[in-house]
């Protein structure tokens, strides 16, 4: 299983910013197509997607309600996600893992693995 190790969260007030991150470690996170996941209190185990990037970085994909946002990119062997503006709605546990790739090109944001990591806590409010 490729371990994910999330990092980033905090508490934050709309209008902010804050940057998630998601080191890979033994392994080369460009070998994959990769996403983030929020998980909600409400939600129980449920992760829906908020964002994915293809192993080549041509596809990137958003959830619609954080476009324009969020911003998900590389830098090397971290992945990241850029949260700008976010509304309390964003709130949740955040988890980075593989995601699933059509044609070797574009990635979705449905998950390849329900094993998980962490998390990292993201809460917005005032």
């Known amino acids: 299983q490729l371990q994910f190790v999330e990092s980033g969260g905090g508490s934050v007030q709309p209008g902010g910013s804050l940057r998630l991150s998601c080191p890979a470690s033994g392994f080369t996170l460009g070998a994959y197509a990769i996403g983030w996941f929020r998980q909600t209190p409400g939600s129980g185990a449920t992760r829906e997607g908020v964002s994915c990037i293809s192993r080549r970085g041509a596809s990137i994909k958003y959830k619609d309600s954080v476009k324009g946002r969020f911003t998900i990119y590389r830098v090397e062997n971290t992945m990241y996600l850029q949260m700008n503006s976010p509304e309390p709605e964003y709130s949740g546990s955040y988890y980075c893992?593989?995601?699933?790739?059509?044609?070797?090109?574009?990635?979705?944001?449905?998950?390849?693995?329900?094993?998980w990591g962490q998390g990292t806590q993201v809460t917005v409010s005032s």
């Open positions: 893992g593989r995601v699933v790739e059509l044609n070797q090109q574009m990635c979705l944001m449905s998950p390849v693995s329900s094993y």
